[in-house]
């Protein structure tokens, strides 16, 4: 009974069951507050799609059908429910799914009507949400990533120490000097890429970027200068990335990631512009401003043999630090604003406001995923609302925020100290297993620099696995 009135904000009681099938047909309705249709008996819903009756829902904001998918009880506070012909009303919902054997074969849904006429929030409890020209501009252009597409101006930079980045950039594409951004996976090394490119006089070439840790060192190779005809059995002659971007900028994410033999070779380039295409004989020149990406110290990257000492040096001739999200707190909020007027678009609905209590939670969070994980929250949580809804709350998280007390969990892990146990007994069982496999999966990347495929081995769980929950997660 007490969780039941933690779920259902301290009723204690239900009132309305709902049983489906795999198909979605109702198998059984009880209602006892005239949830089903207000003036209908339950019996006559009996055999109906469920979708039909409630003409707002759809399988992604429908708790009975995303607990049938996922597997898992799916939970969803002021849901907004509308019977076709009758007056919509508001409802709490648990649905947990029903298996047969090993076997998903439905879902019953248990519910709790709210009052009618419950008052909305109020004003002081909201953060209204605003578009501005900026904002707009970055949330179109994040669709478009077939060329160097951000600005400066288009850049979130409220924290001083974003301002010090952004103000930095028109120094760094004065000039051709190569250039190395440090960050955190998920900081927006890319973003300052593109806005170095487009903020210098190579804004009307081309744009590349490459990550190194995605190809093996041989492919690597190969897109990166080109092959020869005969080269290898089945080559072609093709063009390198490094001819591609002659006059422009290429942009070689996880640099640490490239082996080491090949990071020789990439010195060669950097040094005189010159290199051969792989099996080939000519030497070729290539007019490129490079900009090389880290995800960890690159010092640290040195001493653990990553990183080769005289490449670094070549490419840190200027130096930009992306600070991690933890360390610009007063860039949270713009960036809430910024994915929630984004996914509005995305999935065609209409949220004006994000609960004051969501903003604080947010605020006080660590995201070791950074920005990544932050958009990935509100597109979780706006995917589960009803298109109905205008205020975003901390309910429709699909998993909570452990808010920093102290040192924070992910901090207090990095530097090897024990966790408190209270800080890991918050929310479900569920919940708490996710978080718990979510810090593991961030530690191994951290561990092994970025790179998938050493963290996979190191978690003993194979690489595509990785990628999905990697994804799953926002990390």
Same mark, same amino acid.
């Given at each position: ?349 209409? @949220? !004006?406001?994000?609960? $004051? ?5 947010? =605020?006080?969070?660590?995201?070791? +995923?950074? &920005? *990544? ?35 924070? @969990? !992910?901090?207090?892990? $990095? ?5 408190? =146990?209270?800080?890991?007994?918050? +929310?479900? &069982? *569920? ?45």
């Amino acid at each position: 009974m007490k969780f039941l009135q933690e779920l259902f904000h301290g009723k204690g009681y239900i009132d309305g069951i709902t049983i489906i099938n795999l198909e979605g047909e109702i198998l059984f309705t009880a209602k006892f507050n005239r949830k089903f249709g207000q003036d209908r008996q339950g019996d006559d819903l009996v055999g109906k799609k469920f979708l039909d009756v409630y003409e707002n829902l759809d399988p992604s904001t429908s708790t009975t059908i995303q607990a049938m998918e996922r597997g898992a009880p799916a939970y969803v506070e002021n849901q907004y429910l509308k019977t076709r012909g009758k007056k919509g009303i508001t409802i709490t919902s648990l649905s947990i799914p029903i298996k047969w054997g090993e076997r998903i074969v439905g879902a019953i849904d248990l519910s709790a009507q709210e009052p009618d006429g419950a008052p909305a929030p109020a004003p002081e409890d909201l953060v209204e949400l605003t578009v501005s020209d900026c904002l707009l501009g970055s949330t179109r252009k994040m669709t478009d990533r077939d060329a160097a597409v951000f600005t400066v101006e288009d850049m979130i930079a409220e924290d001083e120490s974003m301002r010090q980045v952004r103000d930095y950039i028109p120094v760094v594409a004065s000039c051709d000097l190569p250039v190395m951004i440090c960050g955190e996976t998920g900081t927006g090394k890319e973003v300052v890429a593109q806005a170095i490119h487009n903020a210098s006089a190579r804004r009307d070439k081309p744009f590349i970027a490459q990550n190194c840790a995605a190809l093996p060192e041989t492919l690597l190779e190969s897109i990166l200068f080109g092959t020869t005809r005969g080269a290898f059995t089945g080559a072609t002659e093709n063009k390198g990335l490094f001819e591609l971007a002659d006059g422009g900028t290429l942009f070689l994410d996880e640099i640490n990631s490239m082996p080491l033999p090949l990071q020789s070779k990439l010195l060669r380039v950097l040094q005189d512009g010159c290199f051969r295409s792989l099996g080939g004989s000519e030497t070729k020149y290539a007019d490129v401003k490079i900009i090389a990406a880290v995800n960890v110290d690159p010092l640290q990257a040195i001493r653990e043999g990553q990183l080769r000492q005289d490449i670094y040096y070549r490419l840190s001739m200027m130096f930009i630090r992306i600070p991690p999200l933890r360390e610009r707190r007063a860039d949270i909020r713009p960036f809430i604003n910024l994915y929630v007027n984004k996914h509005n678009a995305t999935f065609h609905k209409k @949220i !004006q406001y994000v609960s $004051r209590e969501l903003v604080q939670q947010m =605020e006080a969070y660590d995201w070791p +995923g950074n &920005l *990544r994980e932050l958009e990935h929250r509100i597109v979780s949580a706006m995917s589960r609302v009803s298109p109905e809804t205008r205020v975003l709350n901390l309910g429709d998280l699909e998993m909570p925020l452990l808010p920093k007390a102290g040192p924070s @969990i !992910q901090t207090a892990e $990095r530097a090897g100290e024990a966790v408190p =146990e209270e800080a890991l007994s918050t +929310g479900s &069982l *569920r919940q708490a297993v996710q978080e718990y496999e979510r810090r593991l999966i961030q530690q191994a990347l951290e561990a092994a620099g970025g790179n998938v495929s050493k963290a996979a081995r190191s978690l003993e769980i194979p690489r595509q696995t990785l990628c999905r929950k990697i994804r799953g997660y926002g990390l």
